[in-house]
């Protein structure tokens, strides 16, 4: 369960990295590879994906976090950057603009990164031998 653990918040960082580089620079791949590209990297499904994926998983990982070390201290944090993500793929664009929504994404995946680095780090600080090779 421990390993787990530390899959899934390794999981839930990466997907925050992803959220990013797809939010900053899908843009610039579309300008400069149309016309060959068969997916649209843009497309407002692939936020939907991302965000479908991230939240069970940062869910599990805190969870099983939880279970492991009984802090919540970044439970708030990881909850605001969900919810940021969430608005910005459900109504950031309409509401905020565009560049509203990058900023939205941009720190809502911040505070879940943050969130998942803080599970991982208080883990390691109990000596759970989940980080081990």
Known sequence: MIKTQLRSDQAAMTLSIVCLIHC?????VLILGSGYL???LGDELVHKLILLIAVPISAAALYLGYKNHKVTTFIPTVILGLGL????VTFGESVWGELGEKG???FGSFLV???HFRNYQVCKAIDCNC???
Do not use: E, M, R
């Open 38 to 40: 068969a997916v649209n």
């Open 85 to 88: 993500l969430i608005f910005a």
């Open 24 to 28: 900053f620079f899908a843009p610039s």
């Open 131 to 133: 980080h081990d090779k």
């Open 104 to 106: 939205l994404t941009l």
């Open 113 to 115: 990164a943050y969130s």
